[in-house]
């Protein structure tokens, strides 16, 4: 197993649409795999797509989470591998939240999403998975999938407003707490 090095702003592998996996079951995609998985648990991250560690493939690791699971309980749980995902929004509610990104460290956005989604793609032995999302969990799916299209969480906010340092984070939030 091997870390992976993350890509961050500014690489033109994380502004290109990725290509779809040919075969989830070849070894050099399994090994890619496994160190995804071990990338992520080393930076504690939430989700981690291939372009961010130099791959253009469809393909993504997501822990299973939302606000209310402690994070203990969802490292017990297998993160979810999705190859050639796909995502389809359930409803038209949106709701913005806080996101970073491992790709762009030190910042975060107040990002609009779907509420719910539903998501269909291949796990990493090659079965088709399908399965709904919402809240936080929607959230890093959405996040992720974006990846894969070339899109960053920058370009979803509604302005510059809505981005902010982690040390100074609190000014945006007290902002986005009053408005509603």
């Given at each position: 197993m091997?870390?992976?090095?993350?890509?961050?702003?500014?690489?033109?592998?994380?502004?290109?649409?990725?290509a779809?996996?040919?075969d989830?079951?070849?070894?050099?995609?399994?090994?890619?795999?496994?160190?995804?998985?071990?990338?992520?648990?080393?930076?504690?991250?939430?989700?981690?797509?291939?372009?961010?560690?130099?791959?253009?493939?469809?393909?993504?690791?997501?822990?299973?989470?939302?606000?209310?699971?402690?994070?203990?309980?969802?490292l017990?749980?297998?993160?979810?591998?999705?190859?050639?995902?796909?995502?389809e929004?359930?409803g038209?509610e949106?709701?913005?939240?806080?996101?970073?990104?491992?790709?762009?460290?030190?910042l975060?956005?107040?990002?609009?999403?779907?509420?719910?989604?539903?998501?269909?793609?291949?796990?990493?032995?090659?079965?088709?998975?399908?399965?709904?999302a919402?809240?936080?969990?929607?959230?890093v799916?959405?996040?992720?999938?974006d990846?894969?299209?070339?899109?960053?969480?920058?370009d979803r906010?509604?302005?510059?407003a809505?981005?902010?340092?982690?040390?100074d984070?609190?000014?945006?939030e007290?902002?986005?707490?009053?408005?509603?």
């Open positions: 091997t870390l992976l090095k993350i890509a961050r702003l500014g690489h033109p592998v994380l502004l290109a649409r990725a779809p996996v040919v989830v079951r070849d070894p050099a995609i399994q090994t890619l795999i496994t160190d995804m998985v071990e990338t992520l648990a080393d930076v504690r991250g939430r989700g981690l797509a291939a372009p961010q560690v130099y791959r253009g493939l469809r393909l993504l690791i997501a822990l299973r989470l939302d606000l209310e699971t402690e994070r203990e309980k969802v017990a749980l297998p993160p979810l591998v999705l190859a050639n995902p796909q995502l929004p359930r038209d949106m709701v913005s939240g806080f996101e970073g990104c491992l790709s762009i460290p030190g975060r956005g107040w990002v609009p999403r779907h509420r719910r989604i539903r998501y269909r793609g291949v796990d990493h032995r090659g079965a088709p998975v399908a399965g709904e919402e809240g936080d969990f929607a959230r799916l959405q996040h992720e999938i990846h894969l299209d070339g899109i960053l969480y920058l906010l509604k302005s510059a809505d981005l902010a340092f982690d040390s984070v609190h000014h945006l007290a902002r986005t707490s009053n408005a509603g």
